[in-house]
């Protein structure tokens, strides 16, 4: 059974910053891309970033500029860095390896209100 563990959600007001954290098994780490996806009630997933293991990075176009996602090989960790936040930007954040099928954390939920 493969688990991630997302953390580091909480409540932010508008403008802030938070950083999220996705703990993966080093053989997820070490061979797939890993993607943070948000969900709100009622909603699909909706993309937000992915690293892949050379480090190439792409964004949803909503968060392009204000969130940065990054991978850390001695922790087997990808942070998504996420400044300016937005009450849109609301939803509870999952992290997921590119490929490796129905893999999902429990999620970390991101609130943003004043």
């Known amino acids: 059974q493969v688990t991630l563990v997302e953390s580091g959600g909480g409540l932010v007001q508008p403008g802030g910053s938070l950083r999220l954290s996705c703990l993966a098994p080093?053989?997820?780490?070490?061979?797939?891309?890993i993607e943070w996806y948000r969900q709100t009630p009622g909603n699909q997933r909706e993309f937000v970033a992915i690293v892949t293991t050379v480090n190439y990075t792409q964004y949803n176009p909503s968060v392009k500029g204000r969130f940065f996602i990054s991978r850390d090989s001695a922790k087997n960790t990808v942070w998504l860095q996420m400044n300016d936040l937005k009450p849109e930007d609301t939803a509870v954040y999952y992290c997921?390896?590119?490929?490796?099928?129905?893999?999902w954390g429990q999620g970390t939920l991101v609130t943003v209100s004043s």
């Open positions: 997921h390896p590119n490929g490796a099928g129905e893999v």
């Open positions: 080093k053989r997820i780490f070490d061979i797939y891309a």
